[in-house]
């Protein structure tokens, strides 16, 4: 189905020297504002420009993880209004907010396709923050490691001490994903939404999400992350994968809607990242649906994934 698609899962380390404030809601706002704000700052010489109009965007790392265009060469998806970014922060889950000196901040990064090879700038990036600090009170904190989980085992990638970054990572295939798929109970399950997530059906805006809602964005945005980061599309029929997937039912849950906002300094406007958390239970024929399910869990679903928005797991019903 997806022969050629990979992704990598680092999970970075952060200690900081004084007291580290995040948000308490959304802790990913904070960690990819102040993440985005240096990367540029490390590739761009003049960082109030705009991207729309300098010679480089082609060929600019930020521009090409940041702000990415449809390529000229494309000969598939050219109507889509925006391009995927092909990085997904995954933040802190717990309620703490405040992070003292000696405690470590814990986050992890997903890059997909052949943007794993710009994995030197996320860690620059990171470290050039340091100094300069982030959260409320911009608090500095030192980049302790850097490592690439896969298997369940870490394996380092970078490390504070001797800053040296090991590009040669495990990578994570699909075949790793289907493997995981076949544990998965093919009649119930239940998803479980760890951030606000943002789906839309026919122009609206989901808040009580039925199966087919999640599983045709999921469908949409692993197929434009394989084909703009992998050189490859989804082998389904489209028409008939999202009428059948109306077949699946949702016969219980609870979720609720998180209401979460962030205001873009650079480009002087807000952003709505509000959307719904909690968990449905969903029974019927999962078998074809499972293995984008669970690539899902790792790239996310709907909009805002790049601060952390539309994480979900897959649970077992009687867990709960």
């Not at 985005?36 to 521009?63: I, M, T, V, W």
């Not at 620059?124 to 911009?138: D, E, N």
Request: glycine share 8%; hydrophobic share 35%; charged share 20%.
């Amino acid at each position: 189905m997806l022969d050629q698609f990979y992704f990598n899962r680092y999970r970075f380390k952060l200690q900081p020297d004084t007291n580290l404030r995040l948000g308490n809601i959304h802790k990913g706002v904070t960690l990819r504002g102040a993440f985005g704000s240096a990367f540029k700052k490390l590739c761009c010489h003049e960082f109030r420009a705009n991207c729309n109009n300098c010679r480089e965007r082609e060929r600019c790392p930020y521009s090409l993880i940041f702000d990415p265009i449809i390529p000229a060469e494309a000969k598939r998806l050219r109507l889509n209004a925006n391009i995927p970014r092909p990085f997904i922060i995954k933040p802190p889950l717990t309620d703490k907010h405040i992070y003292s000196p000696g405690e470590e901040l814990q986050f992890d990064l997903v890059i997909v396709g052949r943007m794993c090879a710009y994995l030197p700038y996320f860690i620059a990036s990171f470290s050039a923050l340091a100094s300069h600090g982030m959260g409320a009170y911009r608090s500095a904190f030192s980049l302790k490691s850097v490592t690439a989980v896969a298997g369940g085992h870490e394996k380092p990638v970078y490390s504070g001490q001797d800053k040296v970054v090991h590009t040669q990572t495990p990578v994570l295939t699909f075949s790793h994903i289907l493997g995981q798929a076949q544990s998965v109970n093919p009649d119930k399950i239940t998803i479980r939404f760890h951030t606000p997530a943002i789906l839309k059906s026919n122009g609206h805006i989901v808040r009580q999400p039925e199966f087919h809602h999640i599983i045709k964005r999921l469908r949409d945005r692993i197929n434009s992350l394989a084909y703009f980061y992998c050189g490859e599309t989804l082998a389904v029929n489209y028409k008939e994968f999202g009428e059948q997937a109306q077949s699946v039912r949702r016969i219980g849950g609870d979720f609720k809607w998180v209401e979460v906002s962030r205001y873009s300094s650079r480009r002087r406007l807000w952003h709505e990242l509000s959307g719904f958390t909690g968990y449905g239970v969903y029974e019927g024929g999962l078998r074809p649906y499972l293995p984008l399910l669970v690539l899902g869990q790792y790239l996310h679903v709907g909009k805002g994934t790049v601060f952390g928005n539309g994480w979900y797991e897959i649970t077992e019903e009687n867990n709960l």
